[in-house]
């Protein structure tokens, strides 16, 4: 009901004053157990254009109802969202999985990080072997930054 609300104010709002009001939107329960339960999202990245680019398989964890996670700076990705190209879409467990929009955006968060640190160790016991030093390293060295995906 209050969300309902807050959306008919949000709406009654744009309408008057001509501005959007941002209104953050909510997932269904059934995508938020599958964003709990999967290994894997596909992240498109807008475009110059607004098309969207490849869906990549990512490593991600699912925090604070958003989706991170850690990428190279020079990633497409982040190199999108430095420019200002923030929207995203996101499958979720496969290529044709269930999708929704999100708006990507840089953050440091030391907290998140070493969540994800510890997350992506027993979420990927065995790449994990492989590339904890490369994440560690890249989050103190800026090399690589981390990125939270909010649902629109």
């Known amino acids: 009901m209050i969300k309902r ?10 309408v008057v004053t001509g501005l959007s009001v941002p209104v953050r939107a909510e997932l269904t329960p059934d995508v938020r157990q599958q964003l709990t339960a999967s290994t894997y999202v596909y992240i498109a990245s807008q475009r110059k ?7 990549a398989e990512i490593w991600f964890m699912y925090y604070q109802d958003a989706v991170w ?17 923030k929207t995203a879409q996101i499958a979720v467990g496969k290529l044709d999985g269930p999708r929704f929009e999100a ?4 953050v440091t968060d030391p907290k998140a990080q070493a969540s994800m640190l510890e997350i992506y160790g027993k979420k990927y016991p065995d790449g994990w072997k492989t590339f904890e030093g490369r994440f560690r390293d890249g989050f103190k060295d800026g090399s690589r930054v981390l990125i939270r995906y909010t649902p629109k």
Do not use: Q
């Not at 996670?69 to 190209?85: I, Q, Y």
């Open 103 to 106: 708006t990507g955006e840089i």
């Open 69 to 85: 996670v850690g990428t190279p700076a020079t990633s497409w990705r982040a190199k999108r969202l430095k420019a200002g190209r």
């Open 49 to 55: 254009d607004g098309s969207f680019g490849k869906p």
């Open 5 to 14: 609300m807050i959306l008919n104010v949000a709406i009654a709002l744009t």
